[in-house]
């Protein structure tokens, strides 16, 4: 009697049990620890039932689709809320949006032309969303899944040397209703969080300090999955080197250890 390993292998139609007593069923057979593998054209068996199992698979090739956004500006982001809406964006203030799992898109906001190069877009559910871009200039929010949008206020406003608009990367994270907007650059590393769409922001002091370089700092992201518990990773410009943290309140306190030369 033969055993193998039960799998479930996930395809794009969801997850499907793969039938190993259907003839048209073509995959490898990989014995269960300690355990022979099946003769040549012999199904594997379960060792308590006796009925047939599939054994794993060998990983097949997912399938891409190219698709036509309608228009030359460069997009740099996207996410979908379901299988069917989602919202690309982009340079010169470009939001896309589909209804139509990608096959059709178009312009939700008028585009500009020196208008704000947006890097990033999530959701918290499937009406809630916000758009960003890369250095601290924009936030762009939306209630009705992308539909429509509307600029929220930055965090400290103020125009000076050390002000964040235009002085600072940034990067975004969102649970429920709690937005989180990081930000990093001359004035160190700042992390804020709003209820409201940025009416009141609530500047979270970390402890121990961020630090996350200047304006040559590296690519840098930040969840929050729970809304208390979170999590940053930061890599550091020209050095193959990155940190990261964990968080367990919201980012008033970091647990922060260092990873040098991840890459040789």
Known sequence: MIVATVIIIRTQQGENRVD???????????????????????????????????????????KWTMQQSGITDD????????????????????????????????????????????GTVLFANDKLGYAITHIVGAILHTKDGGASWAKMPIPDE?????SLNGRHYCTHAVHGSSYYYLCWGLSGTRLF???NAGKDWIERKTKPELKLGGLGGGATGIAFPDGGNGCFVNTKPSAFR?????????????????????IR
Not at 158 to 162: F, G, I, L, R
């Open 20 to 62: 190993a007593n259907d003839p048209k069923t073509t995959v490898s057979v990989s014995p269960a620890p300690g355990t022979a593998k099946a003769p040549e054209g012999e199904k594997a068996t379960d060792k308590d039932t006796g009925k047939a199992v599939a054994p794993p698979a060998k990983p097949g090739l997912g």
């Open 158 to 162: 103020k125009e000076t040397v050390y």
């Open 75 to 118: 997009l740099h982001d996207v996410a979908f809320v379901n299988d069917q809406v989602g919202v690309a964006v982009g340079a010169h203030q470009t939001i896309l949006r589909t209804t139509d799992g990608g096959k059709t898109w178009a312009r939700v906001i008028e585009r500009v032309k020196d208008g704000p190069e947006l």
């Open 193 to 195: 969080k709003t209820e």
């Open 242 to 262: 990155f940190n990261w943290g964990v968080t367990e309140n919201e980012g008033q306190t970091w647990k922060l250890q260092k990873f040098e030369d991840a």
